[in-house]
């Protein structure tokens, strides 16, 4: 019952390097989220999706692209990175809106030098 | 505009101890509430919504919506209760159904 997975889980980039950032759920989850969480400002949204095909922007999208070409993926990518973007990523998926439970991965450690 | 207020970056109490973490909110709409913690390093797990008016791991939370608050609450705190607790709102008839979080409260249950 893997739930919600993130990989990597750490990740050392040198400023200006690209990655990719996965999150694959296995409960057939319409929605699904990217949220960055930094110390003392709690989780910030990055990206969501609401379906299939579909993502939009959240509170802190700049530098962040996404892509939901199938329905149990949600890709975050960093074309260049910078400093800025160390933090700790979280990938979370739900079955919709009001009422359902959102469901978080395990997090991935990212750091840029 | 939606706001979540955890007024308490560090929560200490002794084992055994009563404990509560404040959360305000700001919303214009009817929201649900949701209080989730994290163990060290751990991803986030929902502890309680305000829906569902259950008690889990003996704490509680109740919504008080003309103080605009969802305070959490255990009367005995254990050492196990240390983690990172974050309460959360989302908005009853949203599109996106995203969580926005407050900053956070680390509790620490001494000995």
């Known amino acids: 019952n893997a739930g919600v997975t993130q990989t990597p889980k750490f990740r050392v980039l040198k400023t200006g390097q690209s990655m990719t950032l996965l999150c694959a759920q296995d409960m057939n989850h319409e929605y699904m989220y990217w949220y960055r969480q930094d110390p003392g400002m709690g989780l910030r949204l990055i990206h969501y999706?609401?379906?299939?095909?579909?993502?939009a922007k959240g509170e802190v999208p700049d530098g962040y692209n996404v892509s939901r070409l199938k329905k149990q993926n949600f890709l975050l990518g960093l074309e260049s990175a910078a400093p800025s973007q160390t933090s700790v990523y979280f990938c979370?998926?739900?079955?919709?809106?009001?009422?359902?439970?959102?469901?978080f991965g395990e997090g991935s450690w990212l750091t840029v030098v | 505009a939606q706001r979540v207020t955890q007024p308490e970056k560090l929560l200490s109490v002794f084992k055994g101890a009563p404990v509560e973490l404040k959360c305000n909110y700001s919303y214009s709409g009817s929201p649900e509430l949701f209080w989730y913690v994290q163990y060290s390093r751990q991803r986030l797990q929902l502890l309680l919504r305000?829906?569902s008016r259950e008690s889990i791991k003996g704490f509680t939370a109740d919504l008080n919506k003309g103080e605009t608050s969802f305070h959490l609450k255990k009367p005995f705190a254990q050492e196990e209760d240390s983690a990172m607790y974050y309460c959360?709102?989302?908005?009853?008839?949203?599109?996106?159904?995203?969580?926005?979080f407050g900053k956070g409260t680390k509790l620490s249950v001494k000995p």
């Open positions: 959360a709102l989302r908005g009853y008839g949203g599109s996106q159904g995203n969580l926005i």
């Open positions: 999706s609401v379906g299939e095909g579909t993502t």
């Open positions: 305000h829906i």
């Open positions: 979370a998926s739900s079955r919709g809106t009001a009422g359902n439970t959102i469901y």
